[in-house]
């Protein structure tokens, strides 16, 4: 598979692509399915999620399968209601001491998420290797603090300056929780493991050295124990690259901000994904493929996985990704 021999360094004889967000909204075939289902539904059932995991697949000659579900999944194991509006709301959100003691793990974590894992391992080629991931704890804990997505998070970023002893006991527990969901995606197929960090990019050095670091590093050291590949993704994170050098990890994903050059400066025994701006797609045929290719120069020097410096947009044209995959694959290094 040339995106574990990236991920591991050995020699590959191009640069492997994946697209984050490749299973979703873009696709028509997609679209289909959301007509007659809920976003929660589709991630419930095991043979719906596989099916949307594998369509672009069909379409593009990509280097991975990344499961569909989302970073929000494993909490309703925690007893948080979330519902997606189309983005995830918590119906109470986590304000108190209080509150963060009563969260017990309550049952199996989203059994379906390895259940839909198994089956897409069944259809996928042996060349194309398949992805699980999670969301990174204080990701996660910007969401439960702050009912949902937000500009500037005011709700959990004065929690986290008023009660930082009560915000460590909330990221234990989701340490906790992370630990053992990602245990079990990979124990059902996944071969790669990526840690979604979303909201990296909201805390200043020295407070990710605090909230951030420790908690990550111990999912990603846990990781390591069962031989899985790990990528560690970071939202606006230029500026904390030091600290997520020490993070554990074969990979380290960057968005469209961030210089290949200061990646491979702080990071130099990893690979690094990315980071083409998705909004590249949008652009002409030219202009995609010259962009393309100029994230390929850039990131010569070590290893390399192409990715979108986030998360493919909705209204993407299906032909610019075809052409974006293309001009990747005829790259030779």
Request: hydrophobic content about 45%; glycine content about 6%.
């Amino acid at each position: 598979m040339t995106l574990l021999q990236t991920l591991r360094g050995e020699p590959a004889s191009r640069v492997p692509i994946w697209i984050m967000r490749q299973a979703g909204r873009y696709l028509p075939e997609y679209r289909a399915i959301k007509e007659k289902s809920s976003f929660e539904a589709m991630t419930r059932d095991p043979a719906v999620a596989a099916e949307i995991t594998l369509q672009p697949l069909r379409r593009f000659a990509l280097d991975a399968a990344i499961i569909f579900s989302d970073i929000m999944t494993p909490l309703e194991a925690l007893g948080i209601d979330v519902v997606f509006k189309p983005g995830p709301t918590i119906a109470e959100p986590i304000r108190s001491r209080k509150q963060i003691d009563a969260l017990q793990l309550r049952g199996p974590i989203a059994p379906f998420v390895g259940d839909a894992l198994r089956l897409v391992r069944l259809e996928l080629d042996r060349s194309v290797a398949l992805i699980g991931f999670g969301g990174a704890p204080l990701t996660l804990a910007a969401y439960l603090i702050e009912g949902g997505g937000s500009k500037e998070y005011e709700h959990f970023r004065q929690f986290l300056r008023a009660e930082p002893q009560a915000m460590h006991a909330l990221l234990e527990k989701l340490t906790d929780l992370s630990i053992a969901y990602l245990r079990m995606q990979v124990e059902s197929g996944a071969q790669v493991i990526q840690l979604f960090d979303s909201w990296a990019g909201l805390h200043d050095a020295a407070t990710y050295r605090e909230f951030a670091v420790p908690y990550h590093a111990r999912i990603m050291s846990a990781l390591g124990e069962l031989g899985v590949a790990r990528i560690y993704f970071a939202l606006g994170a230029s500026h904390l690259l030091d600290e997520i050098a020490q993070i554990p990890s074969e990979a380290v994903g960057i968005d469209w901000r961030t210089t290949f050059a200061a990646a491979r400066k702080a990071l130099p025994d990893r690979a690094i994904q990315g980071n083409l701006d998705p909004a590249l797609l949008f652009a002409d045929p030219d202009t995609i493929r010259r962009e393309a290719r100029n994230v390929l120069e850039r990131a010569r020097g070590g290893p390399h996985v192409f990715n979108l410096g986030h998360g493919i947009w909705q209204q993407t044209p299906i032909e610019a990704v075809s052409r974006l995959v293309e001009t990747v694959r005829e790259y030779r290094l």
